[in-house]
């Protein structure tokens, strides 16, 4: 790490915020089949389950609109701060619930954190890092998300022995403690450097410059440098000020929200929340019998997307984002694809006394589809998972980037809600079709990344206004953007030269 050990360090600690959405999402998926939880909530159907679930989803679009304003106003570290206080009233809530109403509400206050906090901390993240690993530092939040997922399976998996209404009500509870965590480890990590510019809090700034590229030293030439493009950044911004949100649908920034909705909506239309909210479910319908077999296997998925995420961690600034999101579309697709095959050649449908559907899937086709699905996963993780998230936080000037972010983190929480919502009553009513709708967005998305999504590794913040005033159409606009490149590589040298001189 070497010099970026302390931006590594307060980026990892922010991550923490994902951390808490990936545990929901694990924690809520499992329960979801337990016997005790099934009987103190008088066993949801499809559409209640898909209610419960959704809720939190719907919170979190509530917060992310609220967020760009809490961040803006108050400090990305602020809101990250506030956002864990009322995550830890949702939690407790949940946890203490007396009847189905009461879990709701709780799920829906949670939301709010996770919504402030899913924008607030990819933002955080991209303006403390320097161009060269800010896709790494972002790509932290979702490896955190894996994180979540993956201890809350297991603990679930664990719970689950347990022979009383202790065995949802821990697991629920334990979500309390990563908050309180991240929300103490803030209060020793500094503010972001460009919010403290735009503040007009310029000594302080650079503080944290020294702190995160120089081991400390103010003057440092990398600090001073990096200071000034900020200062400049800024004063140019404030010359083209967004005043408000309907500012954001003006040109020339449109382009860039309606890019940064777009990715954040794709991200879910991948499909990847109904493997991981459905997945006990999902197995079980692919003949994997009995209590335990369809937890372990989703034990299994949770290890598959956390694994998967690291290669992107640690090549996601080599690879590039718009490579990587099409393969990642295409692995998708193809896994997508084939489970429909193996799903509606060979299902035959029965149901159980409660309801529940059987596909009765051979068992040949029954394990070529639950390796398709843990495929899907490592497709998903290594793509659209972290990069879902570091795109956006990437493209936007300083003075709207709260906003913008807002605006697009809010696209995923809408589209999540709405999956959420649907999915247990589509993965009843159409199975193996719904696999084949995933299929044609993922084979759809490649076309969409490859038309109009211009490649943002390794350009500072700064370096967004050049890359995204061309053509909207990506693919045609390269040359253009190799010639930037030109004439700064001329400029740098220039100056290189001059010092030598």
Known sequence: MGKNTQTYLVGGVSAIGGFLFGYDIGVISSILEMDYWKLYFHNPGSVGVGVIVSLLTAGCFVG???????????????????????????????????????????????????????????????????????????????????????????????????????SWRIPIGLQIVPAVILFVSMIFMPYSPRWLVDNDRIDEAQKVLARLRSGGDIHAPEVMEELEEIKEAVRIDRETAVR???????????????????????????????????????????????????????GVNGVVNMLATVPAILWIDRWGRRKTLMLGSLGCGITYFIQAVAKGATQHKTYDEDGSLNLNIPKGPSYLIIVMMYLFVASFAMSWGPIGWIYPSEIFPMRIRSKANSITTASNWIFNFVIGLVSPILIKKITWGLDLIFAIIMFSSIAIVYLFYPETKNRSLEDMEVIFTGSIWSHKDRKRIAQYDNANKVHEDDKINSKDF
């Open 64 to 166: 992310s609109l609220c967020a760009g304003w809490i961040a803006d106003r108050f400090s990305r570290k602020r809101a990250i701060m506030s956002a864990c206080v009322v995550f830890c009233l949702g939690a407790a809530i949940q946890c203490g619930s007396r009847n189905r109403a009461m879990l709701i509400i709780g799920r829906f206050i949670a939301g709010l954190g996770v919504g402030v906090l899913s924008m607030s901390v990819p933002v955080f993240q991209s303006e403390i890092a320097p161009p060269h690993i800010r896709g790494r530092l972002v790509s932290l939040q979702q490896w955190a998300i894996t994180w979540g997922i993956l201890v809350a399976f297991w603990i679930d998996y664990g719970c689950h022995f347990i022979d009383s209404h202790a």
């Open 244 to 298: 408000s949100y309907t500012d954001l649908l003006r040109v020339p920034i449109r382009r860039r929200v309606v890019l940064g909705v777009l990715i954040q909506a794709l991200q879910q239309l991948t499909g990847i929340n109904v493997s991981m909210y459905f997945a006990t479910s999902i197995f079980k319908q692919a003949g994997l019998s009995g209590n335990n077999a369809p937890l372990l296997a989703q």
